[in-house]
């Protein structure tokens, strides 16, 4: 049986463990900040702290029973649903994962007000590898090269939108784990940003040249939309400037 000195010992040993942890995590956050100049974990904690997926992903006053919401990247359809229950608005939710598609399919088929569609909508058409990783599956992440794959589709984003006959958007939003950045050059590079009220979008940082991408965006953004809250490569909302 260890006598009291010996606790004593082991206290002040796990005492120095616990303090050597916490300073190297806070090198590490420093090392990630002013180095790397890696700011998301700081904003994923900023996001969390301000409840901002039933906050600010919900805060539409604009939206209602009239208003067009298209959900890319619907995953299992929380967003869609939470969107179109608040404001009854129309939903067209993408989601190319046969298993969520499925998933979201039988969620809202008793509700007319949300189509559900199994592809997702890029710059192009065609049938790409989707990295099988549940909520983070992407056609882009290099990271996901040695993941199984799952043969999905993809549509033209305007072709899409015209079949559909929607030539006017209320919301966007935007989670594509990195199809956001080619989808959304091509809708820049045809001067067609603003037929989308508002942007809901989540960059992603795995991507290449990632930062610089998001830069460009944001520039091109800038000439017809304000942004009107940003979590860096968290999430951020653009809405379309109002022209007299």
């Known amino acids: 049986m ?3 000195a010996s606790i004593f010992i082991d206290k002040v040993l796990l005492k120095k463990k616990i303090i050597k942890i916490i300073n190297l995590v806070k090198a590490s956050r420093i090392y990630n900040l002013y180095v790397l100049r890696d700011d998301q974990p700081l904003e994923l904690n900023r996001w969390f702290k301000d409840n901002g997926d039933e906050t600010l992903r919900l805060d539409y006053p604009e939206l209602n029973e009239k208003s067009i919401v298209l959900d890319l990247g619907g995953y299992e359809g929380d967003f869609a649903q939470a969107i179109n229950k608040k404001y ?13 598609y499925k998933i979201c399919l039988e969620k809202f088929s008793g509700n007319d007000q949300i189509n559900v569609f199994n592809y997702g909508l890029l710059d192009k058409e065609g049938k790409f590898s989707l990295s099988d990783t549940s909520k983070s599956s992407s056609f882009f992440n290099p990271n996901h090269t040695k993941e199984k794959g799952i043969k999905c589709q993809v549509k033209e984003f305007f072709n899409t939108l015209e079949n559909l006959q929607i030539y006017k958007v209320d919301l966007m939003k935007i989670n594509i784990e990195g199809g956001e950045f080619p989808l959304l050059q091509h809708i ?17 940082k795995f991507i290449i040249n990632a930062v610089s991408m998001r830069k460009r965006i944001i520039a091109e ?5 304000k942004r009107t809250w940003c979590y860096n490569f968290v999430w951020e ?7 007299e």
């Not at 045809?190 to 942007?199: A, S």
């Not at 953004?221 to 939309?225: G, R």
């Not at 909302?237 to 022209?243: A, H």
């Open 188 to 204: 820049a590079s045809r001067g067609k940003l603003n037929m989308i009220n508002q942007y809901q979008i989540q960059f992603h």
């Open 237 to 243: 909302n653009w809405k379309k400037i109002e022209t």
């Open 2 to 4: 260890k006598n009291i």
């Open 221 to 225: 953004l800038n000439k017809t939309h």
């Open 88 to 100: 009854k608005c129309k939903v067209y939710l993408f989601e190319p994962h046969p298993k969520f």
